[in-house]
């Protein structure tokens, strides 16, 4: 946090899309935990950028940023429109690994509420240990998931561990879309 006093307005005097955008996103993770709403506003601001310049890789860590932010003090709804962005972004392009992470917190997401059978099959293909270094909540999540559902949370979390990506990615959206449609349905 003291290194970014500065170095959003030292990536502006660059005018190059690629280090404002990645500036902000580096600021907007920096404050996440101690100033959530400055943070969203760096994220979204990074974000827009990021898309605009056809930077899809900034993007990405954005959208999967924000959508932990969002999850946790925004809307809902824009948080699954991240996940998604991110998912979808980071699946297009074959990068597998980094994948898993927007996964963990959509598990975590899942978790929350109530959607357990989901997030286990989820936890299962994003748990790693990149995932577990960068979101360690999927931890809690597991712990809770193994709590509340027993003994099938193993076949589960299994299932996931073997679908292929581009199964878990389709998989992924479908739950997306499902808690959606029951968080819309909740708020009539």
């Known amino acids: 946090m003291v290194a970014a006093?500065?170095?959003i307005e030292a990536a502006?005097?660059?005018?190059?899309p690629?280090?404002?955008s990645f500036v902000l996103a580096a600021c907007g993770t920096a404050f996440g935990d101690t100033d959530p709403a400055h943070a969203m506003d760096a994220l979204g601001r990074g974000l827009v950028i990021a898309q605009d310049s056809g930077n899809r890789f900034n993007a990405s860590l954005l959208a999967l940023n924000l959508s932990r932010l969002e999850a946790t003090h925004g809307d809902m709804a824009s948080a699954f429109d991240l996940f998604s962005l991110a998912i979808r972004n980071m699946h297009d392009s074959g990068n597998t690994t980094t994948m898993r992470n927007p996964l963990a917190l959509l598990a975590t997401v899942l978790d929350r509420l109530g959607r357990y059978e989901s997030a286990a099959t989820i936890a299962g293909f994003a748990l790693s240990p990149l995932s577990e270094t960068a979101y360690p909540e999927i931890n809690t999540a597991i712990t809770h998931l193994r709590d509340i559902l027993g003994d099938p949370y193993e076949s589960l979390a299994r299932k996931g561990e073997t679908m292929t990506t581009a199964a878990m990615a389709t998989y992924a959206y479908g739950q997306i879309d499902q808690a959606r449609a029951e968080l819309n349905a909740a708020s009539k």
């Open 12 to 16: 502006e005097a660059t005018g190059n």
């Open 18 to 20: 690629f280090v404002l």
């Open 5 to 7: 006093d500065g170095l």
